[in-house]
């Protein structure tokens, strides 16, 4: 199953990361246009908020599976891999597990910003976004 985990999560990362990529980079201004506005206008929307959800929790989990591999091929002593599997599995849920909180928890109009790097729906100072 973790190869077919593999193989599938690569073609569907493939796919994520190049729409990532063609959305941040060549619409708009390209890369000049990433800023706080900009990922505060993309996350006040829930597609963004998911499909960024399923670019990190796939790309973790490929990555952890890969290096799961690497640590069976070149890890020796029993011991030393069930030592290197707990600390690759808990850095791994750490990551996942904050990477999702900031992503639901995101405020896009924090009070006090100032109202130049904020999205054009906030309303400067409320904290309280307009609907976009």
Request: proline residues 5%.
């Amino acid at each position: 199953m973790a190869w077919l985990f593999m193989r599938w999560s690569g073609a569907l990362l493939l796919v994520l990361i190049l729409v990532h990529l063609f959305v941040n980079l060549m619409l708009g201004e390209g890369i000049n246009q990433i800023d706080f506005a900009f990922v505060a206008g993309k996350w006040a929307h829930p597609f963004w908020q998911w499909f960024d959800l399923l670019l990190l929790w796939l790309a973790m989990l490929h990555g952890t599976n890969g290096l799961r591999v690497i640590i069976d091929d070149y890890a020796d002593a029993a011991m030393t891999r069930l030592w290197l599997k707990g600390v690759l599995v808990s850095c791994s849920a750490v990551i996942i597990a904050l990477g999702s909180l900031v992503i639901f928890t995101f405020d896009p109009c924090p009070v006090g910003a100032a109202a130049s790097s904020l999205p054009s729906f906030c309303t400067t100072g409320t904290g309280t976004p307009h609907a976009p």
